[in-house]
């Protein structure tokens, strides 16, 4: 297996070499140059694996030779070890809906999924190969804190994270910034989370400062992190449907940086039966506006409850762009040259129409959120983040959706608290959080603080 630029400036590379690469040196994403294809044989033989099983099975082909299987087979092991839940990823009934719960890793998002065994895959690398490997990303909330618990006081890896101050809620950053470990660097970003994600963007567009400091990214541009979610779409899919391949299933997806989904829709294109992929969004609605009307058109970032969706420039959204363009790493500069010209990229038509034969979407107000989270637990006593109340709300007109409940509300309980009058009792891993010291540096939204910040820690080190 190989891996190619969506711009079509990155000649073919392995597995590794695309984990550790991050961002394309081009400045686009990695993809696979062929995606494996899933037999009804084989979906009904993986119906009744255990979810680590499962991960082996989905994950072999896009590894290639670069880990052996039986090495691969304990990395997953050891990554899911640390999951609360035997089947790391189950599905809950409440209310009449199902709910398939991501939030039983170590920091209560579903993050921890992909961001658990990404930190064991760069650590594995390193002590194979050699080398140093700074980690460099920008988090809405969850990214951060599942990214420095998959590498903290690991050796050889240093990880610089960046979140918009004020804009991530108190649990989310205290998960952070208490972690003291002398390779973890919380920086707060006086701005936006799409400021965060420029700066980051930018510093890895520099191939010499990158070069020179080992960079490294843990965002959703990392392609790990998209193939290590599509393994519970398989799961959720063998759960309800026992290996049935006439059985569809569709999902609603709260998704702020198009990650999440994307990694359902590669579930289907390789051969999952999913019927629907409900795009799920809050006022940032840009993917919601681009499913209806085909118009990509950057907007205000709004703050919200549900903050890990506060996003306008969904990173993973060029790769469904270079799929839904043929794979033309040239038309995908052309439409990349407009948004960047004008704020916006429009597709044609018959474009369109595979857009929204690919996707529903639907945006849903924080006053929807508090109404959804306040019926459920009135009905269930189910408490949902808000950001899986805005995926029920986004499918209520169709109920048998299988909704990805994305956090442990324990994250959220200013939401929680508004809409229930109580707060969510939290997991082991986020009691005593707000009691313990932290660690944190305040920055502006500028290259040149970010950069003078990164060569004065490794100075240091």
């Known amino acids: 297996m190989h891996y190619i630029s969506t711009r079509g400036g990155v000649a073919p590379v392995g597995f590794a070499e695309a984990l550790m690469m991050g961002l394309g040196t081009d400045g686009g994403l990695l ?20 979810f680590q099983a499962l991960a082996l099975e989905i994950m072999t082909p896009f590894v290639g030779g670069d880990i052996p299987r039986s090495h691969l087979a304990r990395l997953i092991d050891r990554s899911y070890a640390s999951f609360s839940h035997p089947a790391v990823t189950p599905l809950r009934e409440a209310a009449g809906r199902t709910y398939l719960e991501l939030f039983h890793g170590p920091t209560a998002a579903f993050k921890d999924v992909a961001l658990q065994l990404l930190g064991n895959l760069f650590e594995y690398f390193l002590e194979r190969d050699g080398g ?12 951060g804190s599942a990214a420095i618990y998959g590498v903290r006081g690991k050796p050889r890896i240093n990880i610089f994270i960046l979140h918009p101050k004020g804009r991530v809620s108190p649990v989310q950053e205290r998960q952070m910034t208490t972690v003291l470990d002398a390779n973890v660097h919380n920086i707060a970003v006086r701005g936006t989370f799409d400021d965060c994600q420029h700066l980051v963007k930018t510093l890895f567009r520099d191939l010499d ?5 080992s960079l490294g990214a843990v965002n959703s541009i990392n392609w790990l992190r ?22 569809q299933v569709s999902f609603a997806v709260p998704t702020g940086n198009f990650g999440d989904v994307f990694a359902g829709w590669l579930a289907r294109r390789m051969g999952l039966p999913i019927d629907r992929l409900v795009i799920a969004t809050n006022r940032n609605d840009i993917l919601a506006r681009f499913v209806a009307d085909g118009r990509y058109a950057k907007g205000e ?5 549900s903050p890990a969706m506060d996003i306008q420039v969904a990173s993973n959204f ?3 762009l270079y799929y839904l363009l043929d794979q033309d790493p040239g038309a995908v500069c052309a439409k990349l040259a407009d948004l960047e010209a004008t704020g916006q ?3 044609d038509p018959a474009q369109l129409r595979q857009v929204q034969a690919d996707f529903a979407a639907a945006a849903v107000s924080d006053a929807q959120t508090l109404a959804q989270i306040r ?20 499918s209520r007109d169709a109920p048998e959706t299988v909704v990805l409940a994305t956090a442990h509300p324990a994250k959220f309980n200013e939401a929680v608290r508004e809409a229930i009058g109580r707060e969510a009792p939290p997991p082991p891993a986020l009691e005593g959080l707000m009691d313990k010291p932290v660690r944190c540096t305040e920055l502006g939204a500028s290259d040149a603080e970010l950069r003078a910040h990164i060569d004065a820690a490794l100075a240091a080190i």
Request: a negative charge.
């Open 318 to 320: 060029e790769r469904y």
């Open 226 to 247: 998209i193939l290590a979610q599509t393994v519970y779409y398989f799961y959720a899919w063998g759960q309800i449907s026992g290996g049935d391949t006439a059985r």
């Open 132 to 143: 140093q490997l700074n980690i460099v990303g920008a988090t809405s909330g969850d990214t």
């Open 31 to 50: 993809v696979p140059e062929r995606l494996p294809q899933v037999d009804a044989d084989c979906l009904r033989a993986w119906s009744d694996l255990s």
């Open 375 to 394: 019926s459920t637990y009135e009905t269930s006593g189910y408490i949902l983040c808000p950001h899986t109340a805005v995926g029920a709300v986004a």
């Open 209 to 213: 400062f990158k070069a020179r400091h």
């Open 301 to 305: 970032v709004f703050h919200t409850l």
């Open 345 to 347: 990229l429009d597709v």
